[in-house]
């Protein structure tokens, strides 16, 4: 007997929009099993790490990080769709981060040379994948940063630049659009300094072994409920404006951009 079925939205699942994400999943879930599809979970998995979700043998229906996902999980995860948001920052089914430091700072990232830096995890496409790539023309084979903690999470990252125990943090643009509606008041304290280059938005994916027939089913049944008026609300919630539903195979682009960091004597961010 296999694994039994999970699905999770581990991403963007913060506690004030966790009922527009059970949403989103309860009418995907009747869909699926609608289509016939067996052993649906009927409730959204929250007590594994996003880690553990990725890696799971029963894994139906997730949201992954393409750096992570490109690094250690290829071989378990399939690509079903790239997410289109509408926040500032994204176009189509890419997304950048924004580089954010303290309002009242001035200059460039070019000034921002010693200064302290926050990631939210060493293997985060967004919270450092992406600002190794800026910093890497500017560091010139050295290290740039005097020093870089890792947050944990880019609501935290947001916190410390905000709270003055870091300078400069990369945060991707759904999550900061997030922190913007739900901490106004936090976030009112950053600027954006400039944006990182973009890659695909985190794609939806399922287990490696899932059957084609299994992927065409999730395909057909997220097209519906993106186009699902009732589901208005929910999708303007989690700022989910459509998905790609022939997503480009492989995390190339966060592959590339890694790949260019070390041409440039940037290997790690430091």
């Not at 176009?91 to 990631?119: K, M």
């Not at 890659?199 to 186009?227: F, Q």
């Amino acid at each position: 007997m296999g694994a039994e079925r999970i699905a999770a939205l581990p991403m963007y699942d913060f506690p004030q929009v966790r009922d527009a994400h059970d949403a989103f999943w309860t009418a995907l879930a009747g869909r699926l099993t609608a289509a016939g599809l067996p052993d649906v979970p009927q409730e959204l998995t929250r007590d594994l790490g996003h880690l553990d979700v990725w890696r799971h043998p029963g894994l139906l229906f997730a949201q992954g990080c393409e750096y992570p996902l490109a690094k250690s999980f290829a071989d378990v995860v399939r690509v079903i769709a790239t997410p289109r948001y509408s926040v500032p920052g994204c176009e189509g089914g890419n997304y950048r981060s924004a580089i954010v430091v303290r309002r009242e700072a001035t200059g460039s990232l070019a000034d921002f040379r010693g200064r302290r830096c926050v990631v939210s995890e060493m293997d985060s496409n967004s919270g450092m994948n992406l600002l190794r790539a800026a910093v890497a023309p500017l560091a010139r084979g050295a290290c740039y940063f005097a020093s870089v903690a890792v947050s944990g999470s880019h609501s935290h990252s947001v916190e410390m630049v905000a709270s003055g125990e870091a300078d400069v943090a990369a945060v991707d643009c759904v999550s900061l659009a997030h922190l913007g509606r739900l901490y106004p008041g936090v976030v009112a304290k950053l600027r954006v300094l400039s944006w990182t280059a973009a890659s695909p938005s985190l794609p939806l994916i399922t287990a490696r072994s899932a059957g084609d027939s299994t992927v065409r089913v999730l395909r057909s049944a997220l097209a519906e409920v993106l186009a699902d008026d009732t589901l208005a609300l929910v999708r303007a919630r989690l700022f989910l404006a459509g998905v790609d539903l022939q997503p480009v195979e492989g995390f190339g682009e966060v592959l590339r951009l890694e790949r260019a960091a070390v041409a440039q004597g940037y290997p790690t961010i430091c």
